[in-house]
């Protein structure tokens, strides 16, 4: 059975994504926008003992769901198609890493509402629709950066941001980090792994990330993150 979420189970909601990095970005986006506000609508999914065993929250059409051993999947992508979903999406990677690098002394500057607009370009340096979307991302991220609820580290060379790292997801007990990026022209010169581990060292909690390249997962874990 699947049910919209109500205050009397968002305790419950939060339980059960405390510890799961999509769960962390759902938690994330409820911190963020509560159950009031049309930008996001969630819901979660329960046996027949009131048990969750998903949940879900959708927003710019992507429903994301973190689920267990027991969410029934076509249920799920049944229910998509009811809300006009146009995506459904587990956050599921082929790799997921942790970090255990210890702190890192690297000099970067936090990333703030103020040079927020440094990073989009870094991020999105070869999107060609980026234009498009700058005004939601903006909004959204200074909303999150305002009230603490993401982070991010960034770093200057030539008076401008070339490379730069930012959580989606954050609970009290993880975060998961999924947008790092360098300029093209900068790469190669260790920028990204500075930022990398400057924010992964600087959050008091167990850091995640994932990816679907083993490329990409090899370069992780030579800078301190261990597949899990």
Known sequence: MIRLLTPDREADFLRFCESEPTGAVLTTRLAAYGLTDNHTMFWYAE???????????????????????????????????????REITYGEAAFLLCYHGGQSDEQTTIVTGENLRDI????????????AFFADWYTDASHKLRHGLIHGRSLYADGRCVSA??????????????????????????????????????????????TNDQKTRDWYQSIGFTPI
């Not at 989009?120 to 234009?131: C, G, L, S, W």
């Open 120 to 131: 989009f370009p870094v991020i999105f340096e070869n999107d060609p629709d980026r234009d």
């Open 47 to 85: 046996d027949e003992n009131h048990n969750l065993t998903a949940a879900c929250g959708m927003m710019d059409g992507i429903l994301l769901v973190c689920a267990n051993e027991q969410t029934n999947r076509s249920e799920l992508t049944a229910f998509s198609t009811v809300v006009g979903a």
């Open 165 to 210: 790292a930012l959580t989606s997801g954050e609970t009290e007990k993880i975060a998961v980090i999924s947008s790092v990026a360098t300029r093209e022209a900068y790469r190669g010169r260790g920028f990204a792994s500075k930022v990398v581990r400057s924010l992964a060292s600087s959050l008091p909690k167990t850091v995640y990330l994932m």
